[in-house]
């Protein structure tokens, strides 16, 4: 008796226990499933704080502190339902145990009602007559599911095949005409320029560089496309900036910039500023003259207001361009300019102060006649191309993503030249010739600063605290595979053949087999990298802040080709000539070379 | 010296550490302090030969004595024990898998795919019931099925259901069993293992959409007793056709029924069939109408059914992956659109042609049609002769069991006074 009161207490105990913890863990599931701790309102209305002020220290322990908050609640939810899941199998276990006892230890009484006879028959036409209601039901339901499939359906497969048919063959229309305009470039076509005939040029002589031209030069940031890959051969590897060992010469520049310097044919390029100042510069390659200097301190609509920026990114971070005929520059105010050969400036404008706190840094590159301009900056971002004869908008298209320090690249993937570029949250690619999105994919994030790299219908994207990235192109772009270990927020990665180059801002440098993301070999350099690595001549070339230039074989296996000092600091990525190389300083430009 | 020493000792580690401080990042790794470990990623092994054996040893032992206690012995409490240890055994540490309901599927796979093996252990998982169910009723329900054990537990206020709520319901278990024999013929989906609503209770995993049916399940089980077993299990339509017709079925009484009427009221499942003596009112010449209706009836709901099921298809095949499939593709041509949908990305990324994709959902459609009818009219068969049955006048003097439905539990045995000498 006294255990039957205590199994029915238990039970009573244990059973309110239940119903309370699996009402208590369903709202908090609930609660769990409709909170995204990353952006709370609270969080996002700080960091949109920080973003108009953001060098304000106490914003920013602010936001860490809501962050962790936000953090710490969504994980002790999940702890709260995993344990509330334990403590609800518990009692019910006990709720069962009870219950189940008190079953057995007090006998059911059998209860006998009515006459016993039961009226078979009639229970049996009741049994008849919802056996047909389910039938009929059922009938009516399949039926009805039917007619909606059929509604919905308009086409057999047979006749979907002839839509996918007719898709493919819309495809291979446009595969045809990007084969057409790409055959103007070959499919190593990095930059797709050309001098085709069906390209619309003025006349012969503005018309844009030839794919060999472009290789011999080079005309941007990264090389050819922006890819990291040069062409030309006799790359030394052995120099000494300090006893000018196969130093051919150095060149003060007279305004600082982060820049890179690019060359067109015996000049080379490069710009720098200061507060006020803004200038271009043009230096003899083979003797290292200054030959003209190009001062863009007051272009028309130029702000009065220099933009705040960090000293690591400069006011003059973004490299120049050229297509042959004229240089483009632009500076972190917003100004650009279109210069000619002999310094002469052939147009200029301010596309806006952008609306970023380190300072606009993306590099400047040329789609046939089409200067193109990535300008991610705070709220409206977009990607944009002038023509670059006259400094005419071609095209203009809104990004719907945050600001990045990144550059484009442009490559030939096979049937179509891509404009690619990569900002959080996406890495997306454009039809350079028009602005046409063609693909994003979800897949990086964070203040990004390094560029895509593209070899063999593959795109690496990488960022700090977000991952290496391989993008698979073809008829879907899919992540191939994806790695976090080593990050970068700065150097760009570099892909050659089959394998991809990493190299981090605190000096690891690592290669992964492009296709399937293991990890082929690792080098420690133990300095800072700023500059990205370039693949010449069958090396790398990894420049780090010291002012030391590491050559790696450009190869699965790790093999050191050599190393050799500038005698001064750099963070800018090295320009190649056949037998040279060029390469800016803190202070000078040098030209290495026999 | 020793002091000199230690100082240029100091200065050659500071050396080594200096290029890596200079090393700086531009924004530092933030410092978890949780204690975090990354885990390890671990895969699974595939379980041991021997487990398998021991695992269809194990269901020929429980089912021989879960039949040997509700024959021979005729007690519930051996039962109700043996239940717990199945519940235990194949529920919560074999994980409710591999289990007799599921492998009707294998089954199926088995007989309609030339690239599926059955395993044998699967194998002997699907006939070891129904071969015992044959012999001796459905003891494989009583003590054996994880399934039916955790059901069986939280009865503990089973209602008799009315008479109208059993035929119907009791119509679903065939429409699930046809569904889950096309889906897996047609290689579309184990739509059992999908919906499967105690795997998660016993894996102490699952979804939640799943965790809630599960606990809907088990709390309407209070009261109605056994409502997967009754309403839905598909693996119990073949038990019941197998329990009709088995050998030696559990019964009430031991010995002569007394009519006591004791154990009339206690069957939670409602499988005690009442005595019918009274006589079919209908005249001889009414009843041999009916016959002759019945025989017609079921050839007629069988095509009925084969009509419905051709009609049904198109509908049933949108649940094939790459039908749903060329179907998002079929209602928008403009496929470059499309390009978010995952299925379209994965289906790009593999290399497929689209013609060859198209090409093979034609051929399962076509299949699908073929399965369609035959699942239509055997939905068709089932309601034919369940109503055939359902017009026949059973005459009787005692309380039986109802061989199709009862799940030998032996509940109503502890009731019955007779003793047999």
């Not at chain 1, 006892?101 to 229970?123: F, Y």
């Not at chain 2, 509700?70 to 289990?99: D, N, P, T």
């Not at chain 2, 795919?113 to 012999?135: D, E, R």
């Given at each position: 008796?006294?255990?039957?009161?205590?199994?029915?207490?238990?039970?009573i105990?244990?059973?309110?226990?239940?119903?309370?913890?699996?009402?208590?863990?369903?709202?908090n599931?609930v609660?769990?499933?409709?909170?995204?701790?990353?952006?709370?309102?609270?969080?996002?209305?700080?960091?949109?704080?920080?973003?108009?002020?953001p060098?304000?220290?106490?914003?920013?322990?602010?936001?860490?502190?809501?962050?962790?908050?936000?953090?710490k609640?969504?994980f002790?939810s999940?702890?709260?339902?995993?344990?509330?899941?334990?403590?609800?199998?518990?009692?019910i276990?006990?709720?069962v145990?009870?219950?189940?006892?008190?079953?057995?230890?007090?006998?059911?009484?059998?209860s006998?009602?009515?006459?016993?006879?039961?009226?078979?028959?009639?229970?049996?036409?009741?049994?008849?007559?919802?056996?047909?209601?389910?039938?009929?039901?059922?009938?009516?339901?399949?039926?009805?599911?039917?007619?909606f499939?059929?509604?919905?359906?308009?086409?057999?497969?047979?006749?979907?095949?002839?839509l996918?048919?007719?898709?493919?063959?819309?495809?291979?229309?446009?595969?045809?005409?990007?084969?057409?305009?790409?055959?103007?470039?070959?499919?190593?076509?990095?930059?797709?320029?050309t001098?085709?005939?069906?390209?619309?040029?003025?006349?012969a002589?503005?018309?844009?560089?030839?794919?060999?031209?472009?290789?011999?030069?080079?005309?941007?940031?990264?090389?050819?496309?922006?890819?990291?890959?040069?062409?030309?051969?006799?790359?030394?590897?052995?120099?000494?900036?300090?006893?000018g060992?196969n130093?051919?010469?150095?060149?003060?520049?007279?305004?600082?910039?982060y820049n890179?310097?690019?060359?067109?044919?015996?000049?080379?390029?490069?710009?720098?500023a200061?507060e006020?100042?803004?200038?271009?510069?043009?230096?003899?390659?083979?003797?290292?003259k200054?030959?003209?200097?190009?001062?863009?301190?007051k272009?028309?609509?130029?702000?009065?207001?220099?933009?705040?920026?960090?000293?690591?990114?400069?006011?003059?971070?973004?490299?120049?361009?050229?297509?042959?005929?004229?240089?483009?520059?632009?500076f972190?105010?917003?100004?650009?300019?279109?210069?000619?050969?002999?310094?002469?400036?052939?147009?200029?404008?301010?596309?806006?102060?952008?609306?970023?706190?380190?300072?606009?840094?993306?590099?400047l590159?040329?789609?046939?006649?089409?200067?193109?301009?990535?300008?991610?900056?705070?709220?409206?971002?977009?990607?944009?191309?002038?023509?670059?004869?006259?400094?005419?908008k071609?095209?203009?298209?809104?990004?719907?993503?945050?600001?990045?320090w990144?550059?484009?690249?442009?490559?030939?993937?096979?049937?179509?030249?891509e404009?690619?570029?990569?900002?959080?949250?996406?890495?997306?690619?454009?039809d350079p010739?028009?602005?046409?999105?063609?693909?994003?994919?979800?897949?990086?994030?964070?203040?990004?600063?390094?560029?895509?790299?593209?070899?063999?219908?593959?795109?690496?994207?990488?960022?700090?605290y977000s991952?290496?990235?391989?993008?698979?192109?073809g008829?879907?772009?899919t992540?191939?595979w994806?790695?976090?270990?080593?990050?970068?927020?700065?150097?760009?990665?570099?892909?050659?053949?089959?394998?991809?180059?990493?190299?981090?801002?605190?000096?690891?440098?690592?290669?992964?087999?492009?296709?399937?993301?293991?990890?082929?070999?690792?080098k420690?350099?133990?300095?800072?990298?700023y500059?990205?690595?370039?693949?010449?001549?069958?090396?790398?070339?990894?420049?780090?802040?010291?002012?030391?230039m590491?050559?790696?074989?450009?190869?699965k296996?790790?093999?050191?080709?050599?190393?050799?000092?500038?005698?001064?600091g750099?963070?800018?990525?090295?320009?190649?000539?056949?037998?040279?190389?060029?390469?800016?300083?803190?202070?000078?430009?040098?030209?290495?070379?026999? | 010296?020793?002091?000199?020493?230690l100082?240029?000792?100091?200065?050659?580690?500071?050396?080594?550490?200096?290029?890596a401080?200079?090393?700086?990042?531009?924004?530092?790794?933030?410092?978890f302090?949780?204690?975090?470990v990354?885990?390890?990623?671990?895969?699974?092994?595939?379980?041991?030969?021997?487990?398998?054996?021991m695992?269809?040893?194990?269901?020929?032992l429980?089912i021989?004595?879960?039949?040997?206690?509700?024959?021979?012995?005729?007690?519930?409490?051996?039962?109700?024990?043996?239940s717990?240890?199945?519940?235990?055994?194949?529920?919560?540490?074999?994980?409710?898998c591999?289990?007799?309901?599921?492998?009707?599927q294998?089954?199926?796979?088995?007989?309609?795919?030339?690239?599926?093996?059955?395993?044998?252990?699967?194998?002997?998982?699907?006939?070891?019931?129904?071969?015992?169910?044959?012999?001796?009723?459905?003891t494989f329900?009583?003590?054996?099925?994880?399934?039916?054990?955790?059901?069986?537990?939280?009865?503990?206020?089973?209602?008799?259901?009315?008479?109208?709520?059993?035929?119907?319901?009791?119509?679903?278990?065939?429409?699930?069993?046809?569904?889950?024999?096309?889906?897996a013929?047609?290689?579309?989906?184990?739509?059992?293992?999908?919906?499967?609503?105690?795997?998660?209770?016993?894996?102490?995993?699952?979804?939640f959409?799943?965790?809630?049916?599960?606990?809907?399940?088990?709390l309407?089980?209070?009261?109605?007793?056994?409502?997967?077993?009754?309403?839905?299990?598909?693996?119990?339509?073949?038990?019941?056709?197998?329990?009709?017709?088995s050998?030696?079925?559990?019964?009430?009484?031991p010995?002569?029924?007394?009519?006591?009427?004791?154990?009339?009221?206690?069957?939670?499942y409602d499988?005690?069939?009442?005595p019918?003596?009274?006589?079919?009112?209908?005249?001889?010449?009414?009843?041999?109408?009916?016959?002759?209706?019945?025989?017609?009836?079921?050839?007629?709901?069988?095509?009925?059914?084969?009509?419905?099921?051709?009609?049904?298809?198109?509908?049933?095949?949108?649940?094939?992956?790459?039908?749903?499939?060329?179907?998002l593709?079929?209602?928008?041509?403009?496929?470059?659109d499309?390009?978010?949908?995952?299925?379209?990305t994965?289906?790009?990324?593999?290399?497929?042609?689209?013609?060859?994709?198209?090409?093979?959902?034609?051929?399962?459609?076509?299949?699908f049609?073929?399965?369609?009818?035959?699942?239509?009219?055997?939905?068709?068969?089932?309601?034919?002769l369940?109503?055939?049955?359902?017009?026949?006048?059973?005459?009787?003097?005692?309380?039986?069991?109802?061989?199709?439905?009862?799940l030998?539990?032996?509940?109503?045995?502890?009731?019955?006074?007779?003793?047999?000498?």
């Amino acid at each position: 008796m006294i255990l039957n009161k205590f199994l029915r207490l238990m039970s009573i105990i244990s059973g309110t226990f239940s119903i309370v913890l699996c009402i208590l863990i369903i709202i908090n599931f609930v609660q769990l499933k409709r909170t995204d701790p990353l952006n709370t309102p609270a969080l996002t209305y700080l960091q949109e704080q920080l973003s108009k002020d953001p060098g304000n220290t106490a914003l920013q322990q602010e936001i860490r502190q809501v962050d962790l908050l936000a953090r710490k609640a969504f994980f002790t939810s999940q702890w709260q339902i995993r344990s509330g899941a334990y403590l609800l199998a518990v009692s019910i276990f006990l709720l069962v145990v009870c219950l189940k006892s008190l079953e057995l230890t007090t006998p059911k009484i059998p209860s006998i009602i009515g006459t016993g006879q039961t009226d078979s028959l009639r229970r049996r036409r009741t049994e008849r007559k919802w056996v047909v209601i389910a039938g009929m039901l059922l009938v009516v339901i399949s039926l009805t599911l039917a007619w909606f499939t059929h509604r919905m359906l308009t086409s057999t497969p047979a006749e979907v095949t002839s839509l996918v048919n007719q898709g493919s063959a819309k495809n291979t229309v446009n595969g045809k005409s990007a084969a057409t305009s790409s055959a103007i470039s070959s499919p190593a076509d990095s930059a797709g320029s050309t001098r085709d005939a069906t390209s619309s040029q003025p006349d012969a002589s503005d018309a844009p560089p030839a794919q060999n031209e472009i290789r011999t030069n080079f005309t941007g940031f990264r090389g050819p496309g922006g890819n990291g890959v040069a062409f030309q051969k006799n790359i030394p590897v052995s120099w000494d900036g300090v006893s000018g060992k196969n130093v051919k010469w150095k060149t003060e520049i007279p305004l600082p910039g982060y820049n890179s310097p690019i060359i067109w044919k015996d000049k080379i390029f490069l710009s720098g500023a200061r507060e006020n100042q803004r200038a271009a510069y043009c230096f003899d390659a083979n003797s290292g003259k200054l030959l003209w200097t190009a001062d863009l301190s007051k272009i028309p609509g130029s702000p009065a207001q220099t933009p705040k920026v960090t000293a690591e990114t400069g006011l003059a971070a973004p490299t120049m361009t050229t297509d042959g005929h004229r240089v483009f520059v632009i500076f972190a105010n917003g100004d650009l300019a279109a210069l000619d050969f002999e310094g002469k400036t052939v147009w200029t404008k301010n596309l806006g102060v952008p609306k970023n706190h380190y300072g606009h840094s993306s590099s400047l590159i040329m789609f046939r006649d089409l200067l193109i301009i990535q300008y991610d900056q705070n709220g409206s971002a977009k990607v944009m191309a002038l023509a670059g004869k006259t400094g005419d908008k071609a095209w203009e298209t809104a990004r719907n993503v945050k600001i990045s320090w990144a550059s484009p690249i442009i490559v030939n993937t096979g049937n179509r030249n891509e404009l690619i570029l990569a900002a959080e949250p996406d890495v997306i690619s454009y039809d350079p010739a028009t602005g046409k999105e063609l693909w994003k994919l979800d897949c990086i994030s964070g203040e990004v600063g390094p560029s895509v790299t593209y070899a063999n219908g593959m795109v690496f994207s990488i960022n700090e605290y977000s991952k290496l990235a391989a993008i698979k192109l073809g008829p879907a772009v899919t992540l191939a595979w994806e790695n976090n270990e080593y990050l970068s927020d700065v150097p760009s990665p570099v892909a050659f053949n089959d394998f991809v180059i990493v190299v981090t801002s605190y000096g690891t440098v690592v290669c992964y087999d492009a296709v399937s993301g293991k990890q082929q070999w690792l080098k420690e350099l133990e300095k800072s990298v700023y500059s990205s690595p370039m693949i010449a001549d069958g090396k790398i070339f990894i420049m780090d802040k010291q002012g030391m230039m590491h050559i790696l074989q450009a190869d699965k296996t790790l093999a050191i080709a050599g190393e050799s000092s500038l005698g001064e600091g750099s963070v800018c990525t090295p320009a190649f000539g056949d037998g040279r190389i060029y390469i800016r300083g803190n202070k000078h430009l040098f030209c290495i070379g026999k | 010296m020793k002091l000199k020493r230690l100082v240029i000792l100091v200065l050659f580690m500071s050396g080594l550490f200096l290029p890596a401080a200079m090393s700086i990042q531009r924004f530092p790794k933030p410092e978890f302090e949780s204690g975090y470990v990354e885990p390890v990623t671990q895969f699974p092994l595939p379980r041991g030969e021997f487990l398998i054996w021991m695992d269809v040893a194990v269901l020929l032992l429980t089912i021989s004595l879960a039949s040997w206690l509700v024959i021979k012995k005729r007690s519930r409490l051996g039962v109700f024990w043996l239940s717990l240890f199945s519940l235990a055994y194949f529920g919560f540490y074999r994980q409710g898998c591999v289990c007799s309901i599921g492998a009707i599927q294998n089954v199926t796979l088995a007989l309609f795919s030339g690239n599926f093996t059955i395993p044998l252990a699967v194998l002997f998982f699907f006939l070891i019931p129904l071969i015992f169910t044959l012999l001796f009723g459905r003891t494989f329900c009583a003590a054996v099925c994880p399934f039916g054990a955790i059901q069986d537990l939280v009865a503990f206020k089973p209602m008799q259901i009315g008479a109208w709520l059993n035929a119907f319901l009791g119509m679903i278990p065939y429409l699930y069993l046809g569904l889950a024999v096309l889906f897996a013929a047609t290689t579309t989906d184990f739509i059992i293992c999908r919906y499967d609503p105690f795997v998660g209770i016993f894996r102490l995993n699952g979804s939640f959409g799943m965790f809630i049916f599960a606990g809907v399940l088990l709390l309407a089980g209070v009261f109605i007793a056994r409502p997967y077993c009754r309403f839905l299990c598909p693996y119990g339509v073949l038990l019941n056709w197998m329990s009709r017709f088995s050998w030696k079925h559990m019964t009430i009484t031991p010995a002569e029924c007394v009519q006591c009427r004791l154990c009339e009221n206690i069957c939670p499942y409602d499988a005690i069939d009442f005595p019918q003596t009274k006589k079919d009112p209908a005249s001889h010449r009414k009843q041999i109408n009916r016959v002759i209706l019945l025989g017609l009836l079921v050839p007629v709901l069988v095509l009925a059914g084969v009509w419905t099921g051709s009609q049904i298809h198109r509908t049933l095949a949108g649940v094939n992956s790459k039908v749903r499939l060329v179907r998002l593709l079929q209602t928008e041509p403009m496929l470059k659109d499309k390009d978010e949908l995952p299925e379209i990305t994965a289906f790009r990324s593999s290399g497929v042609p689209q013609e060859q994709l198209v090409s093979e959902v034609d051929g399962i459609e076509k299949d699908f049609l073929k399965g369609s009818r035959i699942f239509g009219g055997f939905i068709g068969l089932v309601f034919g002769l369940t109503l055939s049955g359902l017009f026949r006048t059973p005459y009787r003097t005692d309380y039986v069991t109802n061989r199709a439905t009862c799940l030998s539990c032996s509940r109503c045995v502890d009731y019955c006074p007779v003793i047999k000498k």
